[in-house]
């Protein structure tokens, strides 16, 4: 079942006995693989971060910049400085500054132009900001993300910015796609990344791939992370 997005940062109750039940059993299905558990917390209120740091979370993704800045704001100092940060959705170049300022991660480039502000921001900063290139590579019109040849074209460009470090490739699989198709999808992106390392000769150690419905097909494809939401806080 999925979150309605009118109740999108809705501060309700969250049992962290609950979560701490869920993420485990995450865990234990995917104990075959060294695979990290970031926790979707973009439809949830401030709790749900807590919730989730009591059940022994320490990675959280938000995708709305000026709510998720206000509620890691709101944070405890304890959690704020011992838990890692992930953007993962659109992000308009307007947004960039803030969105560097308080994420440790971004998930979402899908552009040169939009590499190139995050280096420029996190220059500004003093920092290097870990970024994942977005791969829609089941070309759906109504999401972000690059197509394949073009990243292959501005690959190296990004790859001379000097702050930005390209960690990983992330995708998203269409909602409801069957269990071949979604195989196919992420065996696609593990080839992809593959190819990439071996004609720029670097290395992209992460794949970000898999959500709640999908995520155990995601883990036995080659993601070494996998972003959770419904499962652990519902």
């Known amino acids: 079942m999925l979150i309605p997005s009118q109740n999108w940062g809705e501060d309700i109750a969250i049992d962290s006995s609950l979560v701490k039940l869920n993420f485990n059993t995450i865990k234990e ?3 075959h693989c060294n695979v990290k ?3 979707v917390t973009k439809y949830f209120g401030l709790n749900a971060i807590i919730a989730g740091y009591e059940a022994g979370i320490r990675d959280f993704a938000e995708s709305r910049a000026k709510e998720s800045i206000e509620k890691i ?3 405890p100092d304890d959690i704020r400085k011992n838990s890692t940060f992930h953007f993962i ?3 308009q170049t307007n947004k960039v500054n803030k969105v560097v300022n308080s994420f440790d991660v971004i998930q979402s480039v899908d552009s040169l132009k939009i590499a190139t502000a995050i280096s420029n921001a996190a220059c500004s900063l003093n920092k290097r900001e870990k970024i994942f290139l977005q791969i829609n590579n089941a070309k759906e019109e109504q999401k972000s993300g690059y197509d394949k040849e073009q990243l292959k074209k501005e690959l190296k460009d990004i790859l001379a910015l000097k702050g930005v470090e390209v960690m990983g490739l992330m995708n998203i699989a269409p909602l409801g796609a069957s269990k071949d198709e979604l195989t196919r999808l992420f065996k696609d992106i593990k080839e992809f990344r593959d190819e990439l390392e071996k004609d720029f000769k670097i290395t992209i150690p992460e794949l970000s791939m898999g959500m709640s419905d999908d995520y155990i097909v995601a883990v036995n494809c080659g993601a070494t992370m996998i972003r959770i939401g419904r499962k652990l806080f519902t």
């Open 29 to 31: 299905n995917i104990a």
């Open 37 to 39: 558990i970031v926790a």
């Open 73 to 75: 704001n709101k944070l």
């Open 89 to 91: 959705g659109h992000l």
